[in-house]
Structures are given as structure tokens and as C-alpha cells.
């Protein structure tokens, strides 16, 4: 079973000072052995949908401690650390008064919400990260958003209620206009395991790779657009993989993980 965002929410159950060791320590090893191979790391969080919309929490649903993981593991990276991970939240929770940027019958972030999120992530690679030539990333002047009538995301998915009666206003953008994709491959190990790849002749020749969660989605035609090549792996379980590296040799590699699996156990490393 997944986490529950319900007890996440809550705080249930904090971080141990070994859990957070431990978290140091994997995220310190696969910024170490890329580094020594000329490649840059990125750890993402993508928040919650209840971080970013705790109002709209019932308010029977009581925090039992102050701080959530995201606060201690960022915390402790800060005090004990000097890998420097990107915080989301406060982007989100500045930008959430202009526009819907999560949707409502849905636990992921919109397309409006994931260029917020974009966006920033590439000026935090332009700003702290030794890329051998800067990121350009799109401007939102190139991508008109709209709405679309939709049928409702995952919320209304669980209830079955998606067809008729949760419909709702979603979010949208035609990439079709903007982005062209050459030798476009899916393969598929297993059931959580995805692999893929994108090539853009257009953009930066910076390459990269991604390990990724379903909240890298609404993500995925942005950092395309905007790298010659990405090879995409979708693992919920976050692991490392040295094999395929070498083989892409990527100028950057963003391992992205929803808040909520910070209840799962530390990802492991298979590095000697």
C-alpha cells in the first residue's frame, strides 16, 4: 500500500535523527559519484496538494507534530549538509492566489502549477549548479494556457465518479504547437518501472535524465522542450541507476519524489 497523505498531513510520524542520517548520506553518495563523473544532481520534492491547500483540510484533521518531513529533512540538509535542495513550497504557495494551480478532483499539480515548478528548478540549476552552459527555459508568453472541460483526475478516479458527476475546468496547454520530439521510445520493465526518452533538435544541447513519480508528468514536455536529449525513468521507488548514466552521459540528473513518499523507506544505492 502507498502512503497515506492523510497521516502525512498529520505529521504522524516524524523523521528519526538515523532516518535523516541516512537521507544525508544516499542523497551526498549520488551527488559524489555524479560529480566525479562531470555530472550535476537535483533532489526534488514536489508538495502535496494539502501542503499547498491546507484550507481546504476538515478541520477534525489535526496536526499531532509541528513540523512535516519535508520541513525536517530540508531542515537538516541546511544545518548538516552541503548538498542544497530546492524547497517548491513557497513559489506554490505565493503563485495558488493568482491561479488554480492544482486541480480539484486531483492529487498532482496542473500544468500552470508544474511551469511554476519548472521554472523555478531551472533557475536553481542556473544559480547552484556548475552546468556547462546555462538552461534557457520557456516563458509563459510561449505557452497560452485555457481550460477544457475534463472528467476529474485521480480523487474522482478512487470514487468512480469521474465520468459524470466530478467533472471540472482543467487546466491546459496544446504543446502540440510548441514541441517536436524525435525518436520517442517507451519500454517497459515492469509494472513501476518506465523508461523513455525525448530528443529536441531545438533546444539547449544540455542533456539530461530524470527519475520520477507521476508528478513528473505535467513536467515532462516542458524539460523536453528545453533539452536536446532527456531519458525519462519512471520508478516510484527513486533507485539509482549507474548502468544507464555512464551510458547517456547526461549533463544533469533530477531525481523528483512526491512529498507524500517520504514515508517510504530511504532509497537505496547501489554504488560500491
Known sequence: ARPSTIDYYRNLKPFSEQE???WKTMLEQRRDWLKTRGIEYLFVIAPNKNTIYPEHMPGRISKVHSQSRMDQ???YLKKHSFYNAPDLRPVLLESKIQRKIYQRTDTHWNYYGSFLAYRFLMSFANNHLNL???VKPLSQRQLPFDTVDWAGGDLAGMLDLN?????????NINFGTFFTY?????RTRNRLVRHGYTECENASP???MVVHDSFFKKLKPYFSETFSR???IWDWNLGFYPEIILKEKPDLVIDEMAERFLLDPVPVNPLK
Open 20 to 22: 535523516l542520517h541516512q
Open 73 to 75: 529533512l530540508l531542515a
Open 132 to 134: 556547462r552552459a546555462k
Open 163 to 171: 465520468r459524470e458527476v466530478m467533472r471540472e475546468d482543467k487546466v
Open 182 to 186: 524525435t525518436g520517442a521510445k517507451i
Open 206 to 208: 544540455l542533456k539530461l
Open 230 to 232: 532527456v531519458r525519462y
